[in-house]
């Protein structure tokens, strides 16, 4: 089963701090890297998506950073708000023939 | 327009009992999956359906079924649960197979006894 690593398990940031959360892959031959969002009690949603053909995608506050040869992908936030308290996923999909892979997830608290 | 649906919300099986989750999307969705989601462990597909007539098994499908009764409709079927079935369970559907967006239904709360 190909992994997708994803770091830190739970953050702590105070209003308007810049929380960065990070995944790690294996498969060279992943080429789809989706970030989903999970509010309590809700399902997940996709946040943004990147492909690796760029190194950076940003939606709003939202900004996914790529690095192809260290094999790593980001997302950042940007002037964070209480309201961005919610799991976050990284997601990565290897090619054909194969299935998107979702990391641990990672739980944001933003405080006031 | 309702996206997708799930039923029931909450549930509560004794080991042993079987049970069906049913899974609904009014999006003309092509695909269609089953995850199971448990604490430190993510998002584990269980199985899904490229399209209407075709199943295929996910990363964790030991002890479900599932059936793809129609475009819309996708139900996830525990035959005799067990503890370790004890999850939160999301259906999500999509365009294309895994690399468009999922749209995540509200899960359902199973505990099993």
């Known amino acids: 089963q190909q992994q997708v690593k994803q770091s830190p398990q739970s953050l702590i940031v105070q209003k308007g701090g810049i929380p960065i959360i990070n995944c790690a892959y294996e498969?060279?031959?992943?080429?789809?890297f989706p970030w989903y969002q999970q509010f309590p009690g809700k399902g997940p949603a996709l946040l943004i998506a990147?492909?690796?053909?760029?190194s950076e995608k940003k939606e709003g506050r939202f900004t996914i950073s790529f690095n192809k040869s260290a094999k790593q992908f980001s997302l950042h936030i940007m002037d964070s708000q209480p309201g961005d308290s919610a799991t976050y996923f990284c997601?990565?999909?290897?090619?054909?023939?194969?299935?998107?892979?979702f990391g641990t997830g990672t739980r944001l608290q933003v405080t006031l | 327009n309702a996206g997708v649906t799930q039923t029931p919300k909450f549930q509560v099986l004794k080991t042993g009992q079987s049970m069906t989750l049913q899974c609904a999307q009014d999006?003309?969705?092509?695909?269609m999956y089953w995850y199971r989601q448990d604490p430190g462990m993510g998002l584990r597909l269980i199985y899904y359906s490229a399209s209407e007539g075709t199943t295929d098994k996910g990363e964790v499908p030991n002890g479900y079924n599932v059936s793809r009764l129609n475009k819309r409709e996708f139900s996830l079927r525990l035959e005799s649960a067990a503890p370790s079935q004890t999850s939160v369970y999301f259906c999500?559907?999509?365009?294309?197979?895994?690399?468009?967006?999922?749209?995540f239904g509200p899960g359902t709360r199973l505990t099993v006894l």
């Open positions: 990147i492909r690796p053909d760029v």
């Open positions: 999500a559907s999509s365009d294309r197979l895994h690399t468009d967006t999922q749209y």
């Open positions: 498969n060279t031959a992943f080429d789809y």
């Open positions: 997601a990565a999909y290897p090619g054909t023939a194969s299935k998107l892979t």
């Open positions: 999006m003309n969705h092509n695909s």
